[in-house]
């Protein structure tokens, strides 16, 4: 059976063990969109690539040249020798009022029996560049539910850190309350340890307009937030280790 699209209310979370603590959540809601019929979630509220009060363009996500994403994620697939003959849902959030900041979103990549056999983790950073990496298990057998997946860190994401050490993912799906947790280790031991959560929704106008009532300048507040932390942090005396160039890459 086709996904249905869906969106989530939950909370981001954040924390920071080194060299002092620092830890913050916030509520946020996101959405869960099949990429093989995003036809599926157009309505009076949410449009595809075109603006509307809430919505989604494909050009903000893996090439950003607004080419269908199902083929492009499915191609790379193809080129890990994994399965392209499944679903594929795209965690994200959408742009509200036009306007989007993804740090992460996560493409949820299934095989045709509906088994989850890989997770594409891609992430955005305030300097305008993006990276992706693509977790699976080597031999391609489908992943666990809460299995832990490793990668090593190749971008830079925020001042405060430097490009060394890797990250542990862990998505726990088969629950009420789905989470995708990154945590990163600098090769000192852990030092970030990130969450986001939510409890599905229904795909309703009259839900998508509870989401936007409750949360009208949801992306703006995404980046708002992250400068307003980035303050808190250097005034903590945090070692800030400048900003990189502009960064288009891949794993």
Sequence with gaps: MTARPQF???????????????????????????????????????????????????????????SPLDSWIKMLLRERGLPDDGEVVLQTFPRVWGYVFNPVSFWFCHNRAGALIAVLAEVNNTFGGHHHYLLHN???????????????????????CVIKGGYRFCFRLETTRPLARIDYDDGEGELLLTSISGRPRSWTTRGLLAALLRMPFLTVGVMLRIHWQALRLWLKRVPFHGKTPRLVSSD
Aim: aromatic fraction near 14%; hydrophobic fraction near 45%; glycine fraction near 8%.
């Design 8 to 66: 989530m209310f939950g909370h981001v979370a954040h924390r920071r063990l080194r060299p002092t603590v620092h830890a913050f959540a916030y509520p946020v809601f996101y959405v869960r969109l099949p990429l093989a019929d995003l036809a599926a979630a157009e309505g009076p509220l949410f449009a595809i690539d075109r603006f509307n009060a809430l919505s989604f363009y494909q050009k903000d996500h893996g090439p950003r040249d607004g």
């Design 138 to 160: 080597p031999d391609g057998i489908p992943l666990r539910d809460g299995q832990t997946l490793w990668a090593d860190k190749r971008f830079h994401v925020s001042p405060f």
